[in-house]
């Protein structure tokens, strides 16, 4: 960006928190002003919530940034605080998770039984001749074991580098070789789309060339034919005829826990390095914050796969560690009809909902009715992250989801992050839709120009955060280089989250999107989100995507690509005249410089694996390229259709 970003859109909308929720938060307006008079103490007061084998000498050593030690010289077990130490309080008995096959099985798991199979699965890979310190790939659907393993390894000290199971063979290959993995745990397949989805044979296909690998554990999920070969070990004749027996030994704080690849919605992903005690105490802290999470009462569930970050911090860690129920959901949300999440709502009664832009955009395609067809009165908190939430996609939410009077907390954050960093708290906070607000206590988040200041009030520019914060990223695994070079180089002694946002009239935060995706019309900088935003703000728009593509007059011109609600007819004039209503309609609402030179129609858009709308392609499109690199797309004959619509458009 040469110059600030343009700040465009106006939303003056703003919802104070329900009094009943604001009278019984976990947590108050008070936390702000704690963490800002010993931000240190504050964050150990937040690790004192879990249990240590040994105290720690010291809170932050930040003496070779930016390389950061929490908790130095502190001792504890992840497992254990995710499970032990509830079964030990009397809570054996109580559901952990309420698991839910596609296909409509289910599970119901206590913690006790979580627990042991998780000492089970702890003995399996110490006899497997896992050790503290080694890596352990797990590539698997959303089953209950994927959260096992994840717990297992966490116990015996193995890092877990957890790979999506909709990844390629080259992909996982690519994850185990660079983490030197030496054992992979997977299952026979999974269901999607009402079909069981294997997994094994991309296994088998990775495997092979990866040297390091010795074992390959296998859940039988489906039951259909896998090939075998003298590495395999069924999870049931291993795992499941275990010893339940396992003490659970204590760990450094600085001992590596995960390594997770970014989602690579821009780049060649990056394995990101997290440890013990830091990550552990802001994933389980900000589950208590910003969820307001009451382990007694509540039935939480977020719908993220257990392969991104919040399914680590979100479904696994953070509601563990406080002794959640919850619910885990192995499919798509439209199989077998496009209500079965609601479906789901009701019939486990879930009371907080955490949930991706790209699904509520979904359902705003689907159209309201659907939500409407179920008891959701069971609700009493909304949750979103992944990429900023259109205004008119927040409303709709809260409106057709929440009964027009839930709180909804938009949260943003990322793998680096490793827990929610800037997010409304939801006994506290007046949100205001499209906003994630303000920084969690304890974090020091800013919006800097490009020589590194702070932009005043209703400026744009870079976001970044000034303080270290306890989940941050130790490093990238194995290229300590590549670390400092993308996220401590760009401004000094800050790190750069890579992406674009403004501070309001109030101070509050917008995120305005990524920074590579930020165009430059005639000089002006303006966001992808804001035109996006102003284009799902009319009433026949579901979803759309901006991009900036080379003009010979205005250097770069907006290009949209849009997705129209269920019921819009779109055929013939009747499109033509929609293209002219929506161009109008962006310029009357952010400014004429913010008209798109052109808008197609378009019945999907390229997402990554992880439902984050791809620019990168869809700027290839805008300029005539043929398309880059397409192995993140979730759907890759939709930019075949994108592209033959293309030649039509205007
Ligand atoms: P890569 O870094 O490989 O390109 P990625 O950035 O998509 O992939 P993640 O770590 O899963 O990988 O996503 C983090 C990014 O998602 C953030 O940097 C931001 O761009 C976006 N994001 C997440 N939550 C929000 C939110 N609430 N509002 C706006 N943007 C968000
Ligand atoms: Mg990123």
Redesign the pocket.
């Known amino acids: 960006m040469s110059e600030a970003l343009a700040n465009l859109l106006n939303e003056t909308r703003q919802f104070p928190p329900p009094a009943e929720l604001a009278a019984h938060a976990n947590v108050t307006i008070d936390a702000y002003a704690e963490a800002e008079a010993d931000r240190l103490a504050f964050w150990a007061k937040q690790a004192d919530r879990l249990a240590w084998s040994k105290k720690w000498d010291e809170v932050l050593d930040w003496s070779n940034p930016p390389f950061a030690k929490w908790f130095v010289g502190g001792q504890l077990n992840v497992a254990y605080n995710c499970l032990d130490r509830h079964v030990e309080a009397g809570l054996g008995d109580k559901v952990a998770i309420h698991w839910e096959g596609e296909p409509g099985d289910t599970r119901t798991i206590t913690y006790a039984e979580l627990h042991e199979l998780t000492c089970r699965a702890a003995n399996a890979l110490t006899d497997l001749g896992v050790t503290a310190g080694d890596r352990v790939a797990i590539y698997l659907p959303m089953i209950p074991e994927a959260a096992v393993a994840m717990l297992a390894c966490a116990r015996v000290g193995a890092a877990h580098s957890v790979v999506f199971g909709g990844f390629s063979a080259d992909s996982l290959s690519n994850r185990i070789q660079d983490a030197s993995a030496k054992v992979v745990i997977t299952a026979d397949g999974g269901y999607r789309r009402g079909k069981p989805s294997a997994l094994k044979p991309t296994v088998d296909e990775a495997v092979a060339s990866c040297p390091s690998v010795e074992h390959v554990l296998v859940v039988r999920r489906t039951g259909e034919d896998v090939a075998w070969s003298d590495k395999d070990h069924w999870w049931h004749e291993t795992v499941e005829t275990a010893s339940a027996e396992h003490t659970a030994q204590p760990f450094d704080s600085e001992h590596p826990l995960f390594i997770l690849?970014?989602?690579?919605?821009?780049?060649?992903?990056?394995g990101?390095l997290h440890t013990t005690g830091g990550y552990l105490t802001q994933a389980s802290y900000t589950t208590h914050a910003v969820f307001d999470l009451k382990p007694e009462t509540d039935v939480y569930w977020c719908t993220a796969d257990i392969g991104?970050?919040?399914g680590h911090s979100y479904i696994v860690y953070g509601p563990l560690s406080n002794g959640a129920t919850q619910v885990m959901y192995e499919g798509t949300p439209d199989t077998p009809h496009k209500g079965r999440f609601w479906e789901i709502v009701d019939k486990y009664k879930v009371s907080i909902l955490y949930t991706a832009?790209t699904l509520i955009r979904t359902m705003m395609k689907w159209g309201e009715d659907i939500p409407a067809g179920f008891d959701l009165s069971s609700l009493r908190l909304l949750g979103?992250?992944?990429?900023?939430?259109n205004p008119e996609a927040w409303i709709w939410y809260r409106q057709h989801v929440g009964r027009g009077e839930l709180p909804v907390v938009?949260?943003?954050?990322?793998?680096?992050t490793g827990a929610i960093m800037?997010?409304p708290l939801p006994g506290v906070t007046a949100a205001k839709p499209g906003s994630?607000m303000t920084p969690l206590p304890g974090i020091v988040a800013d919006v800097v120009d490009d020589q590194g200041q702070s932009v005043p009030n209703g400026g744009g520019g870079y976001l970044v955060l000034r303080e270290p914060w306890p989940s941050m990223l130790r490093t990238i695994w194995g290229d300590d280089d590549r670390f400092i070079e993308t996220y401590w180089s760009r401004f000094q002694g800050m790190y750069f989250?890579?992406?674009g946002a403004k501070k309001d009239d109030d101070g509050h935060i917008w995120?305005l999107?990524?920074v590579d995706d930020v165009m430059l019309v005639s000089g002006h900088n303006i966001s992808t989100?804001e035109v996006e935003s102003a284009l799902v703000s009319h009433p026949s728009v579901a979803e759309a995507a901006v991009v900036g593509a080379t003009d010979p007059t205005t250097g770069q011109a907006i290009v949209a690509f849009a997705i129209p609600r269920g019921s819009t007819d779109i055929s013939g004039d009747a499109g033509e005249q929609l293209i002219a209503d929506l161009r109008n309609h962006v310029s009357k609402t952010l400014g004429p410089i913010a008209k798109p030179r052109q808008i197609m129609l378009v019945p999907e858009l390229p997402k990554?694996r992880?439902g984050?709308i791809m620019r990168r392609l869809l700027r290839d499109v805008a300029e005539n390229r043929s398309l880059g690199d397409v192995t993140t797309l979730q759907d890759s004959s939709v930019m075949d259709l994108i592209s033959s619509g293309m030649s039509g458009a205007k």
Do not use: F, M, N
């Open positions: 690849y970014t989602s690579g919605t821009t780049a060649r992903p990056k990101i991104w970050v919040t832009p979103s992250v992944g990429e900023p939430i938009d949260t943003w954050w990322q793998t680096e800037i997010s994630a989250a890579g992406d995120l999107g990524r989100t990554t992880s984050k």
